[in-house]
């Protein structure tokens, strides 16, 4: 439990989720410390940076600080989130993975050195502008997660978070929707409070991220064929990079019927491609699970998300060892990438989830 009048470090982008968290911490009584971090930004206009980690995110969030008579210190993290996050990027792309920056984010940056440095400068805890709602379980002592209310749940992000980590978290926002945070956001005059949401990725707001890695990591993109499941060769690529599972625009083969990228061998620099069908998975195996409950010894039943906007689908979550998971759908899958998360719900509440590494027909 963490008292009111602790101090709390609150991660503020400049939009209004983490802005009306601080005015959330500071109207129940926490001693308020706002920090913005300033990352690495790889848009268009990039002297102004990113809308929620570049110049202009920062004084929005300094704006919202002097509004709210908190400090505010702005922090370059820069070279971490490039060793981290960014290196992580390129290298899964390069091996025919589609990655999900924002949860290496969260688990490296943010809760990771970013909670170190609040924990060094005498903060009791470290507070985002997440949508999702901190539980402690009584019973076994763990800490849990919930989803967040309707649509703005972003649970899905935050699975990885270590009990340790979530022991110094607060989710100020998270038994709140969106609609109610802009709403106190108007009602305190927070000057964000009409600021549009950002959709993209933080260092890449303009979403062309192909572009960036053929300038960042060009040694994901060798050339290779285009092969169709049958094993018929359709074409050549110039990098898998370029590819996505799921995808099927911009191929550059011609077929009778319409194709899709159903996987890769990045051993030969292959893409594979195949109809709708072939995209449909029945079992997935996921590495690098983080359990939230205590970690199964057997088979357990869940719901299970493959990506953040997919709807969830019921699935037998089955151990494996190495820190891994086989999970099996009631109904098969279209497209689980590997790279992405795969998220572990029974109701609300997240039992965890691991990263896809791999996918199996029946």
Same mark, same amino acid.
């Given at each position: 439990?963490?008292?009111?009048?602790?101090?709390?470090?609150?991660?503020?982008?400049?939009?209004?989720?983490?802005?009306?968290?601080?005015?959330?911490? +500071?109207?129940?009584?926490?001693?308020?410390?706002?920090?913005?971090?300033?990352?690495?930004?790889?848009?268009?206009?990039?002297?102004?940076?990113?809308?929620?980690?570049?110049?202009?995110?920062?004084?929005?969030?300094?704006?919202?600080?002097?509004?709210?008579?908190?400090?505010?210190?702005?922090?370059?993290?820069?070279?971490?989130?490039?060793?981290?996050?960014?290196?992580?990027?390129?290298?899964?792309?390069?091996?025919?993975?589609?990655?999900?920056?924002?949860?290496?984010?969260?688990?490296?940056?943010?809760?990771?050195?970013?909670?170190?440095?609040?924990?060094?400068?005498?903060?009791?805890?470290?507070?985002?502008?997440?949508?999702?709602?901190?539980?402690?379980?009584?019973?076994?002592?763990?800490?849990?997660?919930?989803?967040?209310?309707?649509?703005?749940?972003?649970?899905?992000?935050?699975?990885?978070?270590?009990?340790?980590?979530?022991?110094?978290?607060?989710?100020?926002?998270?038994?709140?929707?969106?609609?109610?945070?802009?709403?106190?956001?108007?009602?305190?005059?927070?000057?964000?409070?009409? +600021?549009?949401?950002?959709?993209?990725?933080?260092?890449?707001?303009?979403?062309?991220?192909?572009?960036?890695?053929?300038?960042?990591?060009?040694?994901?993109?060798?050339?290779?064929?285009?092969?169709?499941?049958?094993?018929?060769?359709?074409?050549?690529?110039?990098?898998?990079?370029?590819?996505?599972?799921?995808?099927?625009?911009?191929?550059?083969?011609?077929?009778?019927?319409?194709?899709?990228?159903?996987?890769?061998?990045?051993?030969?620099?292959?893409?594979?491609?195949?109809? +709708?069908?072939?995209?449909?998975?029945?079992?997935?195996?996921?590495?690098?699970?983080?359990?939230?409950?205590?970690?199964?010894?057997?088979?357990?039943?869940?719901?299970?998300?493959?990506?953040?906007?997919?709807?969830?689908?019921?699935?037998?979550?089955?151990?494996?060892?190495?820190?891994?998971?086989?999970?099996?759908?009631?109904?098969?899958?279209?497209?689980?990438?590997?790279?992405?998360?795969?998220?572990?719900?029974?109701?609300?509440?997240?039992?965890?989830?691991?990263?896809?590494?791999?996918?199996?027909?029946?």
């Amino acid at each position: 439990m963490i008292e009111a009048r602790a101090r709390v470090v609150v991660a503020m982008s400049g939009g209004v989720d983490s802005s009306t968290a601080a005015a959330l911490l +500071k109207r129940d009584g926490y001693e308020v410390v706002g920090v913005a971090l300033r990352l690495p930004f790889y848009g268009n206009g990039a002297a102004a940076g990113s809308p929620c980690c570049g110049v202009k995110g920062i004084e929005d969030a300094r704006r919202v600080a002097g509004k709210l008579g908190i400090p505010f210190y702005a922090l370059d993290f820069r070279d971490e989130f490039r060793r981290s996050v960014i290196a992580d990027f390129c290298r899964a792309y390069g091996e025919g993975r589609t990655p999900n920056p924002c949860v290496r984010c969260n688990e490296w940056i943010k809760f990771g050195k970013l909670l170190d440095r609040a924990r060094a400068l005498g903060a009791d805890c470290l507070a985002t502008g997440h949508y999702v709602r901190k539980e402690p379980d009584k019973r076994t002592g763990r800490i849990g997660l919930r989803t967040g209310r309707g649509e703005d749940d972003q649970s899905y992000f935050l699975f990885c978070l270590s009990q340790q980590q979530l022991q110094h978290a607060l989710f100020p926002v998270g038994g709140h929707t969106k609609e109610e945070v802009r709403r106190l956001a108007k009602q305190w005059a927070l000057p964000v409070h009409d +600021k549009p949401g950002s959709q993209d990725l933080c260092f890449l707001p303009d979403g062309r991220y192909r572009d960036f890695l053929r300038a960042e990591c060009p040694e994901a993109f060798r050339p290779g064929p285009i092969l169709h499941v049958s094993g018929e060769a359709l074409g050549r690529h110039e990098g898998i990079a370029d590819y996505t599972v799921g995808q099927r625009r911009g191929l550059g083969i011609a077929h009778g019927q319409a194709l899709y990228v159903v996987g890769f061998r990045p051993d030969d620099d292959a893409v594979i491609v195949g109809e +709708k069908e072939h995209l449909l998975r029945s079992e997935i195996v996921a590495g690098e699970v983080n359990w939230l409950v205590a970690p199964p010894q057997d088979a357990m039943s869940a719901r299970v998300k493959i990506r953040y906007n997919h709807a969830g689908a019921d699935a037998e979550v089955v151990p494996v060892g190495d820190g891994k998971v086989r999970i099996r759908f009631a109904e098969p899958q279209e497209a689980p990438c590997p790279g992405q998360a795969a998220v572990f719900y029974r109701g609300d509440a997240v039992l965890g989830g691991g990263t896809i590494q791999s996918t199996l027909n029946d």
